[in-house]
């Protein structure tokens, strides 16, 4: 494209030319004015000389416009050259300054206007990269479709929870994309009322809260939808461990008090005068007392063990009078039962642990081992040490669980035998503290069993203290 300087001076060049040739003209014709009888020759001279003066005056006129032409409009040039760089979003072009004041007021500004889009780019570069990492970062998925219901953006959360790309979708009509029934009519109720919709909904194994909402511009104009899926699936599982929890206790206290309750009216309507049924129902009101304490006892543990705050008092100990402690404890079980525990050497192993409440950890699993196995079996307790952790297994020859049982076994009151459990008067809190309590020490347990062959649990600790 021809610049200012370029056209002005073709525009020159034309108009000079026309004139001088209009002059030409007239001067050929003068010659014949002054003088009628003037031969051919010297007519022709004379043209001759008339037209080398035009050509020279055209030249000498053409080459003191383009100097003149050139000072004036060379900044114009510049600064349309640098006005164009603009536009095409070259906000660092600056247009150089000359002397005249005029001219420098003119570059000034499209560079102060240069600087200003400059500066309103970064700014919106840095907002646009602030969103970008605000909707990739934010926990929920994202979904924006546009006045006309196409996809306009969405996030990587959203991407993952339904194996969609934002190739894939941007410029689709919510219809064509394939997701829930249920999510598809909260998009168009919302579409339809201009209102904001919330709704629980299931996807697969999980639950996600949608909230739909219009977009309204700052003057009132309807520019579309947004979507946000928040994923729900552990709020859903602790309440439903919550109702679990409620419904477990209560059915745990239910019965040893609708035993109590029942010997004791029985023994009032007139049976207490029987010896031998009052000698046995009040051993039977004492046994289920004695459980229903426990059971007390237990929930009171578990919440202290749950509660922010909770201390360890960690001492040096070794392995081997912790397990000593333990097996003394469950003693009196072994003998009833004629079982044996065999161990392997580790009295030298140490850690630093809170002593009371390991002992509690594998009282509960020698407690365990001890009920669900068979009389004449062998308990095996085998300790084995790396540079920063203790692992102790007890394994049984008991009666072994299901593998679909074993990720539910450290729930609270869950149990695999529930009549084996009441019998031996467990409350099925037993397993859930030995998790709380490893886990506070820094360490976790696991679990391995084979129905008929029997379980083994591991502890796995820091030699050092977690906590």
Same mark, same amino acid.
């Given at each position: ?275 031998? !049924?009052?000698? +046995?129902?009040?051993? @039977?009101? /004492?046994? %289920?007392?004695? $459980? #229903? ?100 297994? !007890?394994?049984? +020859?008991?009666?072994? @669980?299901? /593998?679909? %049982?074993?990720? $539910? #076994? ?58």
């Amino acid at each position: 494209m021809r610049g200012f300087y370029s056209r002005l001076f073709i525009a020159f060049a034309v108009l000079l030319f026309i004139l001088l040739t209009g002059l030409g003209v007239v001067l050929g014709q003068f010659f014949h004015i002054v003088d009628i009888k003037a031969d051919a020759i010297v007519q022709r001279k004379y043209s001759q000389y008339l037209f080398v003066l035009i050509v020279v005056t055209y030249i000498i006129s053409l080459f003191f416009a383009a100097r003149i032409i050139k000072h004036f409009t060379k900044p114009i040039d510049s600064v349309a050259e640098t006005a164009e760089k603009i536009a095409s979003g070259d906000y660092l072009a600056r247009t150089p300054l000359v002397q005249d004041a005029q001219q420098d007021r003119l570059a000034l500004s499209i560079n102060q206007i240069a600087r200003n889009l400059h500066e309103m780019s970064i700014m919106r570069g840095m907002e646009k990269e602030r969103l970008k990492t605000l909707i990739e970062s934010m926990g929920s998925g994202l979904l924006m479709f546009g006045r006309e219901g196409s996809v306009n953006l969405l996030n990587g959360v959203f991407e993952n929870t339904f194996g969609y790309t934002k190739d894939e979708l941007i410029g689709k009509p919510f219809k064509d994309i394939g997701l829930p029934t249920n999510i598809e009519k909260i998009i168009e109720d919302v579409f339809l009322t201009e209102e904001a919709q919330e709704k629980q909904v299931k996807h697969g194994q999980t639950f996600l809260s949608v909230y739909g909402a219009p977009v309204i511009g700052k003057h009132g104009n309807w520019l579309g939808i947004i979507v946000v899926l928040h994923d729900i699936t552990e709020l859903i599982r602790l309440e439903e461990v919550r109702k679990d929890f409620v419904a477990n206790v209560s059915h745990e206290l239910r019965t040893p008090i609708t035993s109590i309750k029942g010997f004791t009216e029985t023994l009032l309507d007139g049976a207490m005068a029987e010896q031998n !049924v009052l000698k +046995e129902f009040l051993e @039977i009101i /004492q046994k %289920e007392s004695n $459980r #229903l304490q426990l059971l007390v006892d237990d929930l009171l543990e578990l919440s202290g063990i749950e509660r922010e705050g909770f201390d360890l008092h960690i001492s040096k100990v070794t392995v081997a009078e912790v397990i000593q402690d333990a097996i003394n404890i469950v003693s009196g079980k072994l003998i009833r039962k004629d079982m044996s525990i065999e161990m392997n050497d580790f009295s030298q192993i140490t850690f630093e642990v809170d002593r009371d409440r390991l002992i509690q950890v594998m009282v509960n699993l020698l407690s365990n081992a001890i009920n669900y196995s068979k009389e004449h079996t062998t308990i095996r307790i085998n300790i084995t040490e790396s540079d920063r952790e203790v692992i102790i297994e !007890v394994k049984d +020859e008991g009666i072994g @669980i299901k /593998q679909d %049982e074993l990720p $539910r #076994l450290f729930e609270r009151f869950y149990r695999v035998d529930r009549a084996r459990s009441r019998e031996s008067g467990g409350t099925g809190l037993g397993l859930a503290i030995v998790k709380h309590l490893i886990e506070a020490h820094g360490g976790h347990v696991a679990v391995e069993s084979e129905i008929g062959v029997g379980t083994s649990f591991f502890i796995v600790l820091p030699k050092g203290s977690e906590k």
